[in-house]
């Protein structure tokens, strides 16, 4: 019997009306199965460094599944449904918002870490929580942002992440924030602070799946979405090297594919060649690593990532990526105006900060007048950017909460 059975079976918070009884009979809690299933060097529960606020552990949840669910429950995650990814709402409703995304990325993340017997409810946490900070408007409206705050420490999404977990969500009882754990705010400082920690000690395994699921995801998706807009032909794409791959495969295993079926097998195919070769490359570089613990993977760096071949294939799809689609024209045309909206707001709220809803103008104590406009703009959907952007032109009242 291990810790964790004695723990939730004497957890005065479950009751034999709560709790199956033959659950508790067979005695498979969340650290049995993590025992059974994980490798040596995954993240486990029961090392877990535990919350800033001490909770009693839940009868048949562990602390990374209440982790995810905490997240999932999130009003800003919700928010994710209205913040662009790449292509904006105007511009029809096939392409992914910043909640699909999220979405595929836990679901590519989650794939991996169980082919690889790492902590799927860790693994599945971070995705959820990868995007939870990004502002209205994509990475433009970072980069605004960004300008806006460079005098107090700019402003990224991945920080910004922190902050609403840590302290701008409210939860049904307690402090503000989600009370997470160490671990999961542990991976999302390491992303926050990716390029200061490309060398040294690495994150934690789990970490780094979401790392390489979020790229493989979008890489894909922004394929399949520039395709359906027509900002690409499938004749362009397939001038590179890992498209004319996947398409070779594809010809070779289902023959000639009728025209409306190449998209979605392509995009397929994308993913399964990316997925596929870093569960090759991953398994060959923890192999030596077997019975090891994740500190000592941790501090040894060891960083997974795909073969040479494929990576040097993938750099060439982003930068064709980056010129033929993030900058097209109708794309640059919608950003800039977003971008002049957003700044608009930002210098319009710093000259009035009585504007501000009331719980952001109660922050400007603790974090400065510029942080909490930027947490209050930071927060904001799209639409309700928009929104607050007209009510500002048209009367001189507060501006809503979200
Ligand atoms: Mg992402």
Known sequence: MTAEIVEYATNPTASSTAFPPQ?????????????????????FSR??????????????????QRDRDRILHASAFRRLAGKMQVFTGDMG??????????????????????????????????????????PPYGHCGEDVLDACLADVGGFSHNQ???????????????????????????????????AERAEGASAALEVQVVDLADSIAYDAADVDDALQ?????????????????????????????PPPQVRPALVHELVEMQVTDLLESASRCLLPWAGRTAEELQQAGIRLGHSPELASEREELETFLFS???????????????????????????????????????RIERVGTRRAIGEYLGGMTDRFCDVQYERLRSGDGPLADW
């Open 93 to 134: 409703d096939y392409h992914r918002t910043r909640l699909t995304h999220t979405f595929e990325v836990a679901s590519i993340a989650r794939t991996i870490a169980r082919v690889l017997r790492l902590n799927e409810d860790l693994t599945e946490a971070l995705g959820l929580m990868h995007d939870i900070g990004h």
């Open 47 to 64: 090392d877990t460094q535990g919350r800033q606020y001490a909770e009693r552990p839940h009868p048949y949840r562990g602390p990374f």
């Open 324 to 362: 033929r689609v993030y900058r097209h024209p109708r794309l640059v045309a919608v950003r800039q105006a977003a971008a002049d909206r957003l700044a608009t707001l930002f210098e319009s709220l710093l000259r009035a900060p009585q504007r501000l809803p009331l719980r952001f103008r109660m």
């Open 160 to 194: 910004f992440a922190l902050t609403i977990a840590e302290e701008l969500e409210q939860r049904a009882s307690g402090p503000l924030g989600l009370n997470l754990s160490a671990e999961v705010l542990a991976g999302q400082d390491d992303r926050a602070h990716k």
């Open 23 to 43: 659950r508790v009979a067979s005695g498979v809690g969340w650290g049995d199965r993590e025992h059974l299933m994980l490798v040596s060097y995954a993240t």
């Open 229 to 257: 807009m027509g900002l690409l032909t499938l004749q362009d794409l397939s001038r590179l090297r890992i498209v004319a791959r996947a398409l070779g495969r594809l010809n070779t295993r289902q023959g000639h594919l």
